[in-house]
């Protein structure tokens, strides 16, 4: 069995389990382009869509082979976006992170503020020793938030997945607990 669902505070944010009622908010940036393209999805289109989102986080979180946090604002408890683990190996102390967030709050350091806190929390909580970032090469301004974090390019995975109708080539980021600064 679970515990409970952690929760993460940060200065203007807080982290917390997403649930159907985040199901509208959710979809606001879910079904844009810009957002979930380099996620190798199609927009949402219906609430329906995100709700099964919302059970995939759910589920790899009972199976523990990830996590996935609402990223909310204190002020509004608005989901914004998401920020977690997933395909964890705990046998192998590591996992990939993943990232999303609404284009309305892009530029302001809403997601280097999730991204390093959910980092230091899989350090702290789930004895990782390595966090890999995959990010499309394309995708230069994913790739500077991981850089900022500390996060270093390995190379370059060639046809790494299949997603809309393609093969895309992915660079392999990653971040090993002794690069992390826990102050």
Same mark, same amino acid.
């Given at each position: 069995m679970k515990t409970e669902f952690p929760v993460i505070e940060t200065k203007r944010l807080i982290l917390r389990e997403v649930t159907t009622d985040d199901a509208n908010d959710m979809l606001t940036y879910l079904s844009d382009e810009n957002v979930?393209? =380099?996620?190798? *999805? #199609? =927009?949402?289109?219906? %609430? #329906?869509?995100?709700w099964d989102e919302i059970s995939w986080y759910k589920s790899i979180y009972e199976e523990g082979t990830g996590i996935r946090w609402g990223i909310t604002l204190k002020d509004s408890?608005? %989901?914004i976006g998401s920020c977690g683990f997933l395909n964890k190996l705990t046998k192998h102390y590591r996992t990939e992170i993943g990232y999303e967030l609404s284009k309305d709050y892009w530029g302001i350091g809403v997601a280097s503020e999730a991204l390093e806190a959910v980092v230091k929390y899989g350090y702290h909580h789930l004895q990782l020793e390595r966090i890999e970032? *995959?990010?499309? =090469?394309?995708?230069? =301004?994913?790739?500077? *938030? %991981? #850089?900022?974090q500390g996060f270093i390019r390995e190379g370059l995975l060639r046809h790494y997945e299949y997603t809309r109708g393609k093969f895309d080539d992915l660079y392999m980021y990653s971040i090993l607990k002794g690069d992390v600064n826990f102050n």
């Open positions: 979930v393209k =380099p996620m190798g *999805l #199609e =927009p949402f289109q219906t %609430v #329906e869509d995100v408890g608005k %989901v970032a *995959l990010i499309e =090469p394309t995708n230069i =301004p994913s790739q500077r *938030l %991981v #850089e900022k």
